[in-house]
């Protein structure tokens, strides 16, 4: 992370085109936020007025957001794109390198979060399942709710399968897909 706070507001600005230009899609304000101070020591309220700013002028969209509608969604306009590619380089090169560096990791991390789904149910009083998912970036690869019984093998099944969905998933299409013997 880069030490030294950063409080030019047009410098905050060019670090937000250059990270969303990065990002290359729609983020939320908390992934925005998060990529950007995270490498870079920047107030927050310079960075939301730097934001509001950017929007203001029309090199950023603002959207609500897909699911959450109090989490606005953020993306480069073509104004945007163009003043991004003429102030990069106004950009201390060991900023843009720290955001570079750190875009990619991060997108895993939060794919990963998603692609994994697992949660206690509660069919009745006494009575609970276990709804089961993996997900990759476009499509569901498997959906399975177990039903458990009581609350403490419920929750152990949520448990076991985030812990080892990846052999889980593969013993499964083993198993279906194996050729029966006559």
Same mark, same amino acid.
């Given at each position: 992370?880069?030490?030294? $706070?950063? %409080?030019?507001?047009?410098?905050?600005?060019?670090?937000?085109?250059?990270?969303?230009?990065?990002?290359?899609?729609?983020?939320?304000?908390?992934?925005?936020?998060?990529?950007?101070?995270?490498?870079?020591?920047?107030?927050?309220?310079?960075?939301?007025?730097?934001?509001?700013?950017?929007?203001?002028?029309?090199?950023?969209?603002?959207? @609500?957001? %897909?699911?959450?509608?109090?989490?606005?969604?953020? @993306?480069?306009? $073509?104004?945007?794109? =163009?003043?991004?590619?003429?102030?990069?380089? @106004?950009?201390?090169?060991?900023?843009?390198?720290?955001?570079?560096?750190?875009?990619?990791?991060?997108?895993?991390? =939060?794919?990963?979060?998603?692609?994994?789904?697992? =949660?206690?149910?509660?069919?009745?009083?006494? $009575?609970?399942?276990? %709804?089961?998912?993996?997900? %990759?970036?476009?499509?569901?690869?498997?959906?399975?709710?177990?039903?458990?019984?009581?609350?403490?093998?419920?929750?152990?099944?949520?448990?076991?399968?985030?812990?080892?969905?990846?052999?889980?998933?593969?013993?499964?299409?083993?198993?279906? @897909? =194996?050729?029966?013997?006559?």
């Amino acid at each position: 992370m880069y030490m030294r $706070e950063i %409080d030019d507001p047009v410098t905050i600005q060019y670090i937000i085109l250059f990270t969303l230009a990065k990002a290359d899609r729609r983020i939320t304000h908390s992934q925005l936020t998060c990529l950007t101070l995270d490498r870079c020591n920047i107030n927050f309220t310079n960075f939301q007025i730097a934001l509001d700013n950017l929007v203001g002028i029309g090199y950023i969209e603002k959207s @609500s957001g %897909d699911f959450d509608e109090n989490m606005p969604i953020y @993306s480069l306009t $073509e104004k945007g794109i =163009e003043a991004n590619g003429f102030f990069e380089k @106004s950009i201390p090169v060991y900023i843009r390198e720290q955001i570079s560096e750190h875009i990619k990791p991060f997108f895993e991390a =939060e794919s990963l979060k998603r692609s994994v789904k697992a =949660e206690l149910v509660q069919l009745n009083d006494k $009575e609970y399942c276990a %709804d089961l998912g993996l997900f %990759d970036s476009r499509s569901s690869l498997l959906e399975l709710t177990v039903y458990g019984g009581d609350r403490k093998t419920a929750a152990a099944m949520v448990r076991n399968f985030k812990k080892n969905h990846e052999k889980i998933y593969n013993t499964i299409m083993k198993l279906l @897909s =194996e050729e029966q013997e006559s």
